[in-house]
């Protein structure tokens, strides 16, 4: 018996072109809590799923209790007592609580043994671990926290001496938060092992023993809980970046143009998403909303775009409402001064199928210019594109290529060329350089600068703290849906990074 | 290479994967032939010879195109709004109702052009209306369009049937059916466009409608490639977030794409009502608007391939009458097991061959490279 | 006591023509609460009833048709299997393909083996199933109430009747109570919990579509050895749509599904039996209603103006590993 529960040697994952985990080494010592942490797209949920079994790695050897094993998949990593909570709950939303945690670890053929046998298990677990939850409740009339604690419970009956929870708070209130962490150390007082993924600073102190730091793919440092601080650990997430610089002068900030009063959008199950946030962006400034992915940034863009239907508070589009919580018309918002590029250009900002410049149209296909008759006119059209790949030096300058054809900097300029020469007054941009080239990122940062120029409001969303600082004239801190600080964009990055963490000030952050 | 979904040329996708696709589909046919111990070439021989044989075959093989034609864009159009419109059956059934109306109407009194544009709204009119329910339904209710177009496929059958049992048949006629029209509600035939090609005709019943069938094409690509409204539906037939994104009106989209592909299957309903039977009759649909499913999927949803697509279903049912003629051990129903075949390899297994004919253009495009590579040094 | 009598009668063709229709819906049942859709249960009934036509005029076994309806009726459900799991076509294409398929084929094949205008020989002796009576039945039957209900309605009917009925609690049985049945229902709601737990989602939805085979069998066979003595062309006239009508009416559910057949049946019984006869107040009611009253009742189930049929969540969809 080795005190070590896993040990990950040199392990390396590519997908086609990028490479998820580079060279990855990792010890997680027995009957200990230990956090990986780092920002989004570091890789944690990529090597955890390579411990699950999931994916299989290109190089490197996994050591389950001091032996080398292979997982190639979950049920060989559940045989080694490896168990798994998933960031999306991998439940049968139909079925009871104990018909979820027999699934697939029934051990007859007929259920009635078996049924019996896991409710005993299951107020074993329950009554071990503190784990109460009614066995014959339907999962999807249980609230989030007792999910999780259904899918904690579906690992320990599959004798899971290893748990693996990914991004595990992503879902649950603070409280519900707070009695996860109690089942943490509980379950490791009895022994288990945790490996805890998350990118919020907090949770690590709160917690875990050790902390690895994951950055850009790489294992980047190992450190006891109670020897760093969270300080240390938001500067190895981050690293020491060239600081990217965009020229761009003094902002003249003039009206009004865009103002939120107490937005709050919840999604389908309830849930709180974005929290009563306000906020006002003037003309010629650029605001910009920083935040780890998931904090409610998207739902904010997409509930002002009117493409989300927000369930409280006001928005006003130059001096006018927008029934953001009623059916507010995208189309309608455009003839109102509003140019929107979405997060997602694969799916929303882009129909990829089409021609290139049937997508320069989206969203503006009722607009007079392209109408002949009854007809749209393509030769409008066209000549329409032609002028705006040109200006926008989209390559390969073809407007009749399919738009799946061009590459992620040049798609991301036929969004971005149909939303700005609008001449809109308000420009809501998401995520303005996700999958873009070096070159094309220059060019977007110059363009966006350019507009609050010209006397735009400029709403910025970026899980890119680097963009954020360079472009925005004003910071705003997204964390758990709400807003919780202002900055000015000399902001120091350690600050910044701390209130993304969910820190509320440094005085918090040294207790 | 590592995606071989990715990029085909043009040809390969529009052309060569149907063909491959068709073939193969025609070579299961064959072994059906052989299964009952006949000869697949000499089916083939048949099939034809029976279809394009001569003059009065052509016309019938033109004949029973118009008709596919028309269910096979009703198809499209809906599946360009990124709806499975299962229910041309029943639309092209309802729709005949519109055409035997005008013409029990107009039919002694008013010459054939003035009752066909009629006619033509009729139909479109009913058809439209069955498949505006069904539309409504998912697009207010969120019940699955491909099951309500099912039960309506039904629902419509018996409805016709009550109708030209009790209410459209003439008094004292045992027959379900209605009565005769006269000149105004017959169809002119086109047999002067075969005589072009110095073709002659014969009894074949290729009527007018053929013309309304190819005008109704080119309406399609006009308005699904041309028109507003044919933009939005493919917006939200390809994706339903850009939709939402550029505000498109999903609920609106569904019901006018269901509605307009309902009106295409009512026109159908023209050809054989006016163009040959001269009444309505029990039935007289025939399976049409399931031949259209796969007219549609032969040809890629374009009116481009619809057409090839509607005449090669109107070759196997003129060529296939031949054979069950020529060949007494295969009947027409030769005919629904090869278009059966056609929508299991066109459309459920379309993906089948693509990877093998994707690495086949890999591995091409790949050696000429290094062959011109090679050249270059 | 005419009533009385014109009742049973009524009844006993409502059992007599939900056979089918609950061996196929329950082979609908097992294949969409896996998550693969079936319209081809039409198909699959054709196919079968023909071989099982086939299969006992030749050999003059009725065990012998049996045992070939239901291959052929696995065989057409491993090709749908192939088409939407494997290849991850679209179930309804596949479906309509397999439909139109096994029409034209039986025809062909029927013609060109038996030249019968399409029909297999009559079947009579050995080569079809006949009526199993209860003890007593006869004795029974003059007993007011009692014996008409003994004697026409539980006694007399055939084997593959019984076994029907038995089905429906086996196939709640499956669903409910074995480890088979939790996953099946698993693999239809959420195929990545499924997977995660290391069960292989492929090859479950393999099982299910097989079992959907067997039954849509076991519905074929019914019609053309027991219900009928040979088959006919086009013989299911759409009983795969209605028993696909009825499960959808059932919400999914083998207790309901019993239910949708028999009263879906027993419009078509009471159908059968009105005709022509005028109802007391009410008079003629137009068969063509009746016949598509089992539409209409599901469309307007559908669109959710009687309780809300939710089907199975990641039914239709064919599943890919995510990333």
Redesign the interface.
Known sequence: MSDIAIELRGIDKS??PVHANKNINLVVKKGTIHGIIGENGAGKSTLMSILYG?YQADRGDILVDGKVLTIK???AA?ASGIG?V?Q?F??????TVL??V?????D?????A?ISKARIELKRLEKEYALEVNPDAIIEELPVGLQQRVEILKALYRKADILILDEPTGVLTPPEADHLFRILEQLKNEGKTIILITHKLREIMAVTDEVSVMRRGEMVATRATDKTSVEELAELMVGRRVLLRVEKGEARPGDVKLSVRNLTVRDGRGVTMVDDVSFDIRAGEIVGIAGVAGNGQSELLEAI???RRATGGTVELNGSTVDVTGLA??????TRGLA?V?E?RH????????EES?NAI??Y??DPA??KG???D?AAMRADAEEKIARYDIRPPNPRLKTA?FSGGNQQKIVLAREMERNPDVLIIGQPTRGVDVGAIEFIHKRIIEMRDQGKAVLLVSVELDEIRALSDRILVMFAGRVVGERTSDADEGDLGLLMAGVENRMEAAQ | MSNPYAKLPGWAEYGLIPLVNLVVAFLVAGLVVLLVGESPLEAAYHLINGAFGRGEYIGFTLYYATTFIFTGLAVAVASHAGLFNIGGEGQAYVGGIGVALVCLWLDRIMPWYVVFPLAILGSAAFGALWAFLPGWLQAKRGSHIVITTIMFNFIASSLMVYLLTRVLKPLGSMAPQTRTFEAGGQLPKLDWLLGIFGLDIGNAPFNISFLLALLAAFGCWLLIWRTRLGYEMRVMGHSPSAARYAGIKDARITVIAMMISGGLCGMMALNPIMGEQFRMQLDFVQGAGFVGIAVALMGRSHPAGIIPAAILFGMLYQGGAEIAFEMPTISRDMIVIIQGLVILFAGALENMFRPAIGRIFASVASSRSASSAAKGA | MDVFHMLVTVLESTIRVSVPLIFAALGGLFTERAGVFDIGLEGKMLGAAFAAGAVAAVTGNVWAGLLAAILISVLLSLVHGYASITQRGSQIVSGVAINFIVFGSTVILGEAWFRQGGRTPALAGDARFSTITFPFAEEIRPVPVIGPIYADLISGHFFLTYLAFAMVPITWWILYRTRFGLRLRAVGENPGAVDTAGISVVWMRYRAVICCGILAGLGGAYLSLAMTAGFVKGMTAGKGYIALAALIFAKWKPLNVMLACLLFGFLDALAIRLQGNPLPLIGQIPVQLMQALPYILTVILLAGFIGKAVPPKAGGVPYVKER
């Open positions: 997908f086609g999931f998949d979950p049920n559940i798994m998933h999306h991998m439940l049968v939303e139909n079925f018909e979820n027999m699934l697939g670890a029934e007859s053929p007929v259920l009635n078996s775009a009117g493409i018309d995208p189309a309608e918002l455009r929107h979405p997602d799916h929303v900002g882009l129909v990829l199928k089409f049937e989206l969203g296909h009722r392209y109408k009854a007809l749209l393509i054809n």
